[in-house]
């Protein structure tokens, strides 16, 4: 194939043109993810305003209002969050210390699928919304097909949560993203799909739920200090002994908080000793 | 012709009935040349007028400087009247587009008249003698030499409108086209008075043919969350709730009643292209979200000051049900949040997990639980003994948050070995808790909230209570 030379062009064509190891340049800026590395990453420079984002995750309820919080109190406040099937009813006094106001937060659930997508769709045709997030674990590659093309009509961004197990399916969503959260307090990221050149690698993201910012002490911030280590086995033993089943408890928050499990070999030994 | 007439309200409080016994049947006619400006132009009001007349099933339209002149128009199949001077236009026209005319068509014809052109360039005088003076006069009303005079038609106080279906109807969903029909006159009928509507009822009577414990029909009342007479709207509305509706019998006639219409604030047009006035309100569309999946699943939530996480969050639906208008989300944002001191989850669930111990009392979740934060303890609800009742603000003060010392736990179970065993444990969390609240953390299930709490005096549980997700 004979390659295109941009001189060549004119360059009205040439500003159409999009080259596959270019990020595509978005029709309208995207909303802040929160995350600087992130954003980069993103056509538009964050969530994608007029198309669905396509959030793949090993278990729902996990990580959802981490990921999307930040980006959410960009959003016009006069507008509702429309949530829509989340696995577990949202705590709504737990996401206005995220900083999304009850007023602004609506609860959708409904326990049909096919309701769930005529709903999503009636919403982003609507375009009443700030953001849409949508928990739809059996949705079909062609519910998804149709739903991006109601999505254009949206100003704002889109969120479909579904397994990790459909990473193999095609799907017409222009932006996917697979996030896990094996570390307590932060996100791994990975882009499987974007307007632009192929992402490699994983993004590790920062998350303390907002909530905990304030107590969470400096002990267990992310990249300060590692996570403690399992403590010691006599303390486990002997606290589980006398406390009658009761944690230890410890309100200084310099010192371990809790007796922590103990790693499998020591638990092992300790079993066949007490038998 | 009385369903049309209430629709055309809406473009001018002029209009009248014109009565024909000829085989044309009856015209409506409608002075709109003081209302072309409110509706865009003459081109914009034309198409409207064309576009919502043809559902309504009228047979021709046409416009004319002159009432007489566009009746005489729509007769002979001719729309548009207005680009030529008057006579020009009529005089080609046939005897019979009027009506005085066509009563000495048959003289006419043998004086070789053939056209109103030829009747109009006879000498008046003689016409005047050899026919009535009423040819003379319908001649210049239609050439615009004499006023019209004619009896407005008033506008009904209530709105109630009936239409016999062309077909007998077996299912709900095909009422739809008739009720269409009623709805287009109703939004006419509400526009004429610069009103909105905040329900209307839909009465259906059932065909002769009907088995005996059948009733005579039935009705649906449809309130609105907010005063309308958008069309489309109230159209996808009724739709929504005909779905639910099993009709008993086949349906022969259709009737649509709105009581208490009410001032409606309009927007006004806009010079520039609004892209955000495109889509419906949030409103509508939570109101058809409400009507297909019912009130219970549309909600949004009411903050109160608990400390048990799940008496803090009140769930109402998110579109109260006809007049009462509980929660409107605008008044929301005065109210100060109560916000709980104790960092709280974005999940919680509906009723606490038991899980497993291991040997050592620890949490078992998807494997292993890792306790990161903690203990954070929570104590209250004794005074919320019945169910379903809500604890009143004031005895916020009851409540404490218990960051003891390690000792005060010994202390709590050697006064609980006399006291009988407490309740079940769901009854138990329901109403009064005391719960040590901990931040888990497991590489599969993510940051979890759990509690720890008594069963009985020796031995205890841990609960799965919320997600930080």
Redesign the interface.
């Known amino acids: 194939m004979p390659k295109l030379d941009a001189l060549s062009l004119p360059p009205a064509v040439n500003a159409q043109l999009w080259r596959g190891d270019h990020m595509v340049r978005a029709p309208m800026a995207g909303i802040p993810t929160g995350w600087d590395a992130l954003d980069a990453e993103l056509p538009g420079k964050g969530w994608p305003s007029q198309c669905l984002t396509e959030v793949l995750q ?2 729902a ?6 990921l999307t ?1 930040r980006g959410l109190q960009q959003c016009p406040a006069h ?2 969050v429309i949530a829509l099937g ?13 900083g999304l ?3 602004q ?6 326990s049909r699928p096919q ?1 769930q997508l ?2 999503l769709e ?2 982003l ?5 700030a953001a849409l997030l949508a928990w739809l674990p059996q949705v079909q590659p062609e519910q998804i097909r149709r739903l991006q093309i109601s999505a254009q ?1 949206f100003e704002g961004p889109v969120f479909v949560f579904r397994p990790e197990s459909s990473q193999h399916q095609a799907s017409a969503a222009p932006l996917r993203l697979l996030v896990r ?2 570390q ?1 307090w932060s996100l791994q990221l990975q882009l499987l799909k974007r307007r632009g050149p192929v992402h490699q690698g994983t993004l590790e993201l920062p998350a303390v ?1 907002p ?2 910012q ?4 400096a002990r ?1 911030w992310p990249g300060t200090v590692p ?1 403690p280590q399992p403590a010691t086995a006599a303390v ?2 002997s606290s ?1 002994n006398t ?9 200084d928050l310099g010192r371990p ?6 790693p499998r070999s020591q ?1 092992a030994r300790q ?1 066949s000793l ?1 038998h | 012709m009385q369903g049309l007439a209430l629709w055309a309200q809406q473009f001018t409080p002029r209009l009248a009935c014109v009565p024909s016994d000829t085989v044309f049947g009856d015209a409506l006619v409608l002075e709109l040349s003081a209302s072309e400006r409110l509706f865009g132009g003459r081109q914009p009001l034309a198409r409207r007028l064309l576009r919502e007349s043809r559902e309504l099933g009228v047979q021709a339209i046409s416009w004319a400087p002159t009432s007489l002149a566009a009746i005489a128009l729509a007769r002979c199949g001719i729309r548009h009247g207005m680009g030529q001077p008057l006579p020009q236009v009529l005089a080609p026209l046939p005897l019979h587009a009027i009506d005085a005319v066509a009563r000495h068509a048959e003289l006419l014809s043998q004086l070789g008249c053939q056209s109103l052109g030829a009747v109009h360039a006879l000498p008046r005088g003689a016409l005047a003698r050899r026919m009535d003076t009423g040819i003379l006069t319908a001649l210049d009303q239609a050439h615009g030499l004499l006023p019209d005079r004619y009896s407005w038609i008033s506008l009904p106080a209530r709105f109630d409108a009936r239409l016999e279906l062309p077909m007998r109807i077996d299912q709900a969903d095909a009422l739809m086209q008739g009720a269409r029909h009623l709805l287009l006159q109703l939004c006419g009928w509400l526009a004429a008075q610069r009103a909105g509507v905040r329900s209307f009822r839909l009465r259906w009577c059932h065909d002769a043919m009907r088995s005996r414990h059948v009733g005579d029909g039935g009705e649906l009342t449809i309130h609105t969350a907010s005063t309308t007479r958008d069309l489309q709207h109230l159209c996808r509305l009724l739709q929504e709730h005909l779905a639910h509706v099993e009709l008993q019998a086949p349906v022969g006639e259709l009737s649509l009643h709105a009581d208490t219409p009410e001032a409606l604030q309009e927007r006004s047009a806009s010079l520039l292209p609004d892209k955000t006035a495109d889509g419906e309100s949030l409103e509508q569309v939570l109101e058809r979200i409400t009507a297909r999946l019912g009130a219970d699943q549309v909600q949004r939530p009411l903050l109160r000051p608990d400390h048990r996480p799940e008496w803090q969050v009140q769930w109402l639906p998110a579109q109260p049900a006809g007049k009462a208008k509980a929660a409107p989300p605008a008044a929301q944002p005065h109210v100060p949040l109560h916000v709980p001191p104790l960092a709280q989850p974005s999940f919680l669930l509906p009723t606490p997990l038991q899980l497993l111990q291991d040997k050592q009392s620890q949490p078992l979740y998807h494997g292993p639980l890792q306790l990161l934060l903690g203990p954070q303890r929570i104590e209250g609800g004794w005074w919320h003994r019945s169910p379903g009742f809500l604890p009143v603000s004031d005895a916020d003060g009851d409540t404490h948050i218990d960051e003891a010392a390690p000792g005060s736990d010994h202390r709590d179970h050697r006064n609980d070995r006399e006291s009988p065993p407490k309740p079940a444990p769901i009854t138990q969390t329901a109403h009064t808790a005391l719960r040590d609240y901990w931040v888990a953390h497991s590489p599969h299930a993510g940051l979890l909230w759990i509690f720890h709490t008594r069963l009985s005096a020796n031995s205890g549980a841990w609960f799965l209570h919320g997600r930080f997700a």
């Open positions: 090993p278990q309820g996990t990580l959802e209002w981490r919080g507008k509702p989340p696995p577990l009813p949202p705590h709504a006094s737990g996401l206005a210390q995220s106001a009850p007023g937060l609506v609860w959708i659930h409904s309701d005529w709903a009636q919403l045709k609507a375009n009443a919304a009509q959260s094996s307590p739920p909530s905990l304030a107590v969470l002490p267990l996570l486990s033993v589980s406390a009658l089943s009761l944690p230890y408890h410890d309100t908080a809790a007796p922590l499990p103990l638990r079993s007490l």
